[in-house]
């Protein structure tokens, strides 16, 4: 396992904020992963690659239609989550999250259309950064362990990414 220390967040990138009426805005994040379709489909849905990457666990399965119970990092509390669409190893769809892997010639482009709480779009977007590059690591054979909730929030880097994608979302940052 790569020392967590060692890991820095790059820039904030690959992410905007799609305005709705109301609170909850969509944010957009897409990220290249160096992994085919099928790698990061495994880790998009089984419960035992979510927990070494993921804000969030889940207990059921993601593969398949139904009901799951899924619980954020930080929360004491599961969630009933329905799962409506399920397309190997190319489109997920279950609670407010949609996620979609397209083929690449250097492996696969992830995008996740996720519906937050205006109020905390930039933190939505630092959180699925940090975790994203958890799960690059992973992928990559090198995990370096989940990164979530608050310990996300403590790192150093925090402050930097909601600062930067607020900039990029002509936004106030959330503190």
Same mark, same amino acid.
């Given at each position: 396992?790569?020392?967590? %220390?060692? $890991? ?9 904020? %799609? ?12 990220? %290249? ?7 990061? &489909?495994? *880790?998009? #849905? ?5 927990r070494?990457? @993921? ?11 139904g009901?799951?119970?899924?619980t954020?990092?930080? #929360?004491?509390? *599961?969630l ?6 399920v ?5 997920? %769809? $279950? ?8 083929t690449?010639? !250097? ?12 109020r905390?779009?930039?933190?939505? @977007?630092? !959180? ?12 990559g ?10 310990? @996300?929030?403590?790192? @150093?880097? &925090?402050?930097?990414? #909601?600062?930067? $994608? ?10």
């Open positions: 396992m790569m020392n967590r %220390e060692q $890991y820095t967040p790059g820039p904030a990138r690959g992410a905007r904020a %799609e305005r709705k009426d109301g609170e909850k805005w969509t944010l957009v994040l897409v990220r %290249e992963l160096h992994h085919p379709p099928a790698q990061v &489909w495994e *880790a998009i #849905t089984d419960p035992a690659h979510l070494e990457w @993921a804000p969030y666990e889940v207990e059921g399965s993601l593969a398949q239609p009901t799951v119970k899924l954020w990092v930080g #929360t004491p509390t *599961a009933p989550t329905i799962v409506t669409r397309e190997p190893p190319h489109v997920l %769809e $279950y609670g407010d999250m949609r996620w979609n892997l397209e690449t010639p !250097g492996g696969t482009r992830l995008t996740l259309w996720a519906d937050i709480d205006k905390f779009i930039t933190w939505g @977007a630092a !959180g699925w950064h940090i975790s994203f590059d958890v799960l690059d690591h992973l992928l054979g090198a995990p370096i362990g989940r990164i979530a909730g608050s310990d @996300a929030i403590k790192s @150093a880097d &925090w402050k930097r990414l #909601t600062v930067e $994608y607020a900039t990029q979302f002509g936004i106030q940052p959330h503190h």
